[in-house]
T-cell receptor, first 116, second 108 residues
Framework: EAGVTQFPSHSVIEKGQTVTLRCDPI?????LYWYRRVMGKEIKFLLH????????ESGMPNNRFLAERTGGTYSTLKVQPAELEDSGVYFC??????????????FGQGTRLTVV | RKEVEQDPGPFNVPEGATVAFNCTYS??????FFWYRQDCRKEPKLLMS???SGNEDGRFTAQLNRASQYISLLIRDSKLSDSATYLC?????????FGAGTRLTVKP
């Protein structure tokens, strides 16, 4: 079974440009999360989809970030325009929705974004 | 106050040592708890879930104290391969929140 996949694995863009990150969750996983890890800092929550709906987007830093999950399958995270402080590793994770309290979240390998 | 707090370390221990990590969480409605491991430049991976009664998996023991809102991870007989960052994760209504991670280095 394929795991969570993210594309691209690396992206280097100039300040002011636009970048779109993609995440394909594990098939059947309705929960999809985006997290970001800035160098030297902790992993921070960005947002959480349940199917195509945004369950919680309280972690989105500002309106330069736009996440979508049309059809409840893959998700994109667009940064427009990118700023230097957006550099970091963006992780996507997915898990099943259900009554089990110990549902594991599986992570993609992350997209390393560098804004220069 | 952060939702999930951990001692960032680093913890530098010799092979064979026993090391313990602590984690506290702020939301008493938190429902489930995990320890994840993250190797350098890799994604986090589940190490173990933390059950109310405490649980053990080989050299690893996890404990939960709901009254004190506290989670711990004990690693016995440390191996070089245990060197990584250990992340405390708390789940509230399917929203997973991470601690900053505790870095462990096991030395020969």
């Amino acid at each position: 079974e394929a795991g969570v996949t993210q594309f691209p694995s690396h992206s280097v863009i100039e300040k002011g440009q636009t970048v779109t990150l993609r995440c394909d969750p594990i098939s059947g996983h309705d929960n999809l999360y985006w997290y970001r890890r800035v160098m030297g800092k902790e992993i921070k929550f960005l947002l959480h989809f349940v199917k195509e709906s945004k369950q919680d987007e309280s972690g989105m830093p500002n309106n330069r970030f736009l996440a979508e999950r049309t059809g409840g399958t893959y998700s994109t995270l667009k940064v427009q325009p990118a700023e230097l402080e957006d550099s970091g590793v963006y992780f996507c994770a997915s898990s099943q929705v259900g009554g089990r309290p110990y549902t594991e979240a599986f992570f993609g390998q992350g997209t390393r974004l560098t804004v220069v | 106050r952060k939702e999930v707090e951990q001692d960032p370390g680093p913890f530098n221990v010799p092979e064979g040592a026993t090391v313990a990590f602590n984690c506290t969480y702020s939301n008493s409605a938190s429902q489930s708890f995990f320890w994840y491991r993250q190797d350098c430049r890799k994604e986090p991976k589940l190490l173990m879930s933390v059950y109310s009664s405490g649980n053990e998996d080989g050299r690893f023991t996890a404990q939960l104290n709901r009254a004190s809102q506290y989670i711990s991870l004990l690693i016995r007989d440390s191996k070089l391969s245990d060197s990584a960052t250990y992340l405390c994760v708390v789940n509230i209504d399917n929203d997973m929140r991470f601690g900053a991670g505790t870095r462990l280095t096991v030395k020969p």
